[in-house]
């Protein structure tokens, strides 16, 4: 019996991860998370933060107060009104640069954006206000968490953002 080829050996290898590859991200795109339901509120958490989705990505909703309001200042100068009255969430996004730029419906989805967005694409930030956001909804999953968590979170947030020469841009 004749041993198979290095070449050949390789070609099988490279055949294989290939495939796990390719298994990975579509699982990875298209099997609902999370798969196990939310653990018990935590009794000492103090702050109330919201994950919305839809169809194509989740955003994170932050509520707003003074302090909130202060540490994202800047988000005004960029035309997001935070500061407005109304204002009662921060809603952060994050995402693939070309299919934010390119999909604005879903009527206008092309299949350049989507392999961007699922390969090497640069990561924007989708920033945007809301006022009252009604709980419960199929679309939004509340969470409580502690001032420390919080604080990870606003923290993670803002270093998210790319530093310009004035600050976050």
Request: without cysteine.
């Amino acid at each position: 019996m004749k041993k198979p080829s290095l070449v050949k050996k390789l070609g099988r290898f490279l055949a294989i991860l290939v495939v796990a590859i390719v298994l990975a991200v579509v699982l990875g795109t298209f099997i609902p998370r999370p798969l196990l339901p939310a653990a018990a509120a935590d009794p000492a958490a103090t702050r109330h933060v919201l994950v919305l989705k839809n169809p194509i990505h989740t955003d994170i909703a932050i509520p707003v107060d003074d302090d909130v309001r202060k540490r994202f200042h800047f988000l005004v100068g960029g035309g997001i009104p935070a500061d407005m009255a109304g204002v009662r969430y921060i809603v952060f996004g994050w995402g693939g640069r070309a299919f934010y730029l390119e999909t604005p419906t879903w009527s206008e989805l092309k299949a350049a954006p989507v392999m961007k967005a699922l390969t090497l694409d640069a990561s924007v930030m989708h920033v945007d206000v809301a006022g009252n956001i009604v709980e419960p909804h199929p679309d939004v999953a509340g969470f409580d968490i502690s001032e420390q968590r919080f604080a990870a979170l606003l923290d993670f947030i803002a270093a998210s953002f790319q530093q310009g020469p004035n600050g976050p841009i």
